[in-house]
């Protein structure tokens, strides 16, 4: 089956550093979303990304999508406290309505 | 509008004990799906539903039944309890696809422990 994995599992940077976190799948994907997941909470929605080789930006947020469809990655500049959280890729096959997962990398930021 | 609503925040259940996991949107979405969430195994499928009296089965169906009576709500039923079902589910719902794919939304959780 259909397999999404995110490296990497686990980051911890200093406040105003970059962080990156990568998400592969073993398949073409139709599109890709990205979650945010605060400690405690549910995923929230971020993006979407259709095209092959589309960049879109949300303020220090940049999310990138393969030209071959089959990786995405989100890349934070300066981090900040607030960034905490799991963060998570979920792809879309070209047929069906099902999004699988990554593994998700969650993010800790030091004041 | 509340969104996805799920009960109970918290269950703690003894092994062989059967409950449901209640789950409810009023945004009138087509597609429901239940998830578990485990350390480092993301955020995986259990079931889901692509519109009213039709489910089907994601990664991880077996020991979960799951029914889909009205577009609002999609119970998710654990038959016999066993402690490798501990885990936080999430019920999520969203539009279903066309030519675009839609943002999922998702409920607050229910943390279940058994015993």
């Known amino acids: 089956g259909q397999q999404v994995m995110q490296i990497p599992q686990y980051q911890h940077v200093q406040e105003g550093e970059d962080f990156t976190t990568y998400c592969n799948s073993s398949?073409?994907?139709?599109?890709i979303q990205w979650y945010k997941q605060r400690p405690g909470g549910h995923p929230v929605f971020l993006i979407q990304?259709?095209?092959?080789?589309e960049v879109k930006k949300q303020k220090r947020l940049t999310f990138q999508f393969g030209e071959a469809k089959k990786n995405s990655s989100l890349h934070i500049t300066a981090t900040q406290t607030t960034d905490v959280g799991t963060y998570f890729c979920a792809g879309r096959k070209s047929s069906g309505d099902k999004l699988t997962f990554g593994t998700g990398t969650r993010l800790a930021v030091r004041p | 509008n509340a969104g996805v609503t799920q009960t109970p925040k918290f269950q703690v259940l003894k092994t062989g004990q059967s409950m449901t996991l209640q789950c409810a949107q009023d945004?009138?979405?087509?597609?429901m799906s239940w998830y578990r969430q485990d350390p480092g195994m993301g955020l995986r499928l259990i079931h889901y539903s692509v519109g009213a009296g039709i489910t089907d089965q994601g990664e991880v169906p077996n020991g979960y039944n799951v029914s889909r009576s009205t577009t609002e709500d999609f119970p998710l039923r654990l038959l016999s309890a066993a402690p490798s079902q501990t885990s936080v589910y999430f019920c999520?719902?969203?539009?279903?696809?066309?030519?675009?794919?839609?943002?999922?939304?998702f409920g607050p959780g229910t943390r279940l422990t058994v015993t």
């Open positions: 990304l259709v095209k092959s080789g």
């Open positions: 999520a719902s969203k539009r279903r696809q066309g030519a675009a794919s839609y943002e999922q939304y």
């Open positions: 945004m009138n979405h087509e597609y």
């Open positions: 398949t073409t994907l139709s599109n």
